[in-house]
Each structure stands twice: as structure tokens, then as C-alpha cells.
């Protein structure tokens, strides 16, 4: 659970951003969807990431999805934008531009412009730590063709650059190595799917899509997953197993969209998506409709 001295640790949910009919940033909708996931026991959220369509943002849009998130959040919420951008100079810019709205810390994809070498990507993470932030490492090399190998992470810890890694990759074997380089630096669950494995294997923290559909049963579910208990651990598997066919969405190129369809199929504000992201197939559409409605008829929210 995050606390003041760490508050890139607990559940950050990754949050979606709601439109309107215009397609422009419905702000009041947004807070209140940042309200209820602190109801829900979530720890803080994580604006302008992928699933917040911050790439489809303007400058102006951008900077106030983070005053937003801010000044809706409850005392102890955390706020973790994400401040990824193409040139290392913007993202400090963006990190600054955080700390000025008063968020906590800041998600940080290594450079994306292309495939950046080892020098390069050591030079974007001590540009942005000039924002004074904690800096949370975003290891997605699935999009970014970038990896923040295990090697890396430790490089960059040990440096004083970064105090988590968000690790999207999968491979849940990472973690053992990560703690073996660099046993302080906190692993934070980066992809639903993989939850329990890297609860298991000693995350602190989780930067989430599905809480943003389902917030107290996954709440509930990733503190049996990382309590350290074994007694717990029975629980964890039985709700990990009821959810699963929900959260592996969230590794798929349609995420977006379908964390949206299931938030609008449990009668919140999902709502559409900004091109160039394109509406679900019917096929898909079905998919996850079928997969939503499974667990809300179990009783999950």
C-alpha cells in the first residue's frame, strides 16, 4: 500500500479518459471517475498513459487530464502521470509540469523515437529525474522496441534515476532477476494478466487497466496476491481464475477499447475512443461483452 514516503507503491489504475458525443475531454466525468476509483480502495491513479489516449491529447488537454486527476484526488491519493514523450527535454518538461500540478510521481518510457541505444536511454532517465519526482521505469518493449532489461533497471536504480519499474513484458522470470541486481528497486505489476505471478513473486505495487471496470474486486485481489500469506494465497488463485478471461484483455492491441466496452457494460462512463484507434469489430465486440458480463453476473464490481 503506498504510503507518503512511497507513494508509487499500492494500485495505481492506468485510468481511461472519458470523452464526449465531440470527442473532446469530458474533464468533470474524468473526476469523478478518479473519485470513485479512491471509493473503490485503489491507491492513486496513473493519467496520461496509453490507456489515457495521451497521444491523441494536445498540450493544453495533457496538462489539465493532470490538474484534474490532481485536484479530484483524495489527501493520501497518488497521482503518477505518465510523462513519455519523444524528445528526453519534453518528458522532463512534462515531469516538470507534474510536479507543478502536484503529483506524486511520474511513469517514464525509455526514448520511442526509435531504437535507442543503452547511452541514450541512460540520458533520457537523468534528464527527467532533473523534474525531482520519483521517476517509475515503463519497461513495454513489445511497443517501444526498446527493453529495460534486468542489467539496465539496475543501472539506472543504482544511479538514483528511478525507485520502480512498471514491467510489461510477460516474462514473470524478470522479477527474480531484477531482485537479484537490484533488490531495493520496486517492481510494480505492469499488465493485469500477470498479476498474480508477480504478486507472488514480491511486487509492491500495480499500475492497472481493469480496476477501472471492477476496482473493489481487484483491490481485494491484488492484496491477497502480494499480503505474503499463505493462507491467502487459495483466494487469490479462485478470484485470479474467475477474472482472468476479463484481464488478459489488457495485454491486447484493442486494451483501450476494451476496458471502455466492459466500463460502459457495468454502467460507467468507458465511451469511445479517438482515431486512430477504430470501434470494435462485432466479433470482438462480442468477445468481450461475453467475457464482461461473466463476471458481473459472479458478482464482481
Not at 80 to 93: D, F, K, N, S, T
Not at 104 to 120: G, I
Amino acid at each position: 500500500m503506498t504510503t507518503a514516503a512511497t507513494p508509487w507503491r499500492g494500485i495505481h489504475v492506468a485510468s481511461a479518459l472519458p470523452f464526449t458525443d465531440d470527442l473532446s475531454v469530458d474533464y468533470d466525468a474524468f473526476a469523478d471517475h478518479v473519485r470513485f476509483l479512491a471509493a473503490g480502495g485503489c491507491d492513486g491513479v496513473t493519467p496520461n498513459g496509453s490507456l489515457g489516449e495521451y497521444q491523441t491529447l494536445t498540450a493544453e488537454e495533457r496538462a489539465r487530464v493532470v490538474e484534474t486527476a490532481v485536484q479530484a484526488a483524495p489527501a493520501g491519493f497518488g497521482v503518477m502521470p505518465g510523462v513519455a514523450a519523444y524528445g528526453a527535454l519534453e518528458a522532463r518538461r512534462w515531469a516538470e509540469q507534474a510536479a507543478e500540478a502536484g503529483a506524486t510521481s511520474v511513469l517514464l518510457l525509455p526514448p520511442n523515437a526509435y531504437r535507442a541505444e543503452r547511452e541514450a536511454v541512460v540520458q533520457h532517465y537523468r534528464e527527467v529525474a532533473k523534474a525531482g519526482l520519483p521517476v517509475v521505469a515503463y519497461n513495454n518493449p513489445i511497443d517501444t522496441k526498446v527493453d529495460l532489461t534486468p542489467d539496465l533497471l539496475a543501472e539506472l536504480f543504482h544511479e538514483g534515476l528511478i525507485v520502480a519499474v512498471k514491467e510489461f513484458t510477460g516474462d514473470v522470470r524478470r522479477a527474480y532477476q531484477i531482485a537479484e541486481l537490484a533488490p531495493d528497486l520496486d517492481l510494480l505489476i505492469g499488465a493485469d494478466d500477470v498479476l498474480l505471478e508477480l504478486g507472488i513473486a514480491g511486487a509492491v505495487g500495480w499500475i492497472a487497466g481493469y480496476p477501472n471496470m471492477i476496482p473493489q474486486a481487484t483491490v481485494r485481489l491484488y492484496r491477497l496476491a502480494t499480503s505474503g500469506d499463505p493462507a491467502d494465497l487459495a483466494e487469490a488463485v479462485r478470484i485470479y481464475r474467475d477474472l482472468h478471461p476479463l484481464l488478459r484483455w489488457d495485454s491486447k492491441t484493442e486494451f483501450v477499447q476494451s476496458i471502455k466496452l466492459s466500463m460502459d457494460l457495468a454502467g460507467l462512463k468507458g465511451g469511445a475512443c479517438r482515431p486512430p484507434r477504430l470501434p470494435l469489430s462485432p466479433e470482438l465486440t462480442a468477445r468481450i461483452t461475453a467475457d464482461t458480463e461473466a463476471v458481473i453476473r459472479k458478482g464482481y464490481k
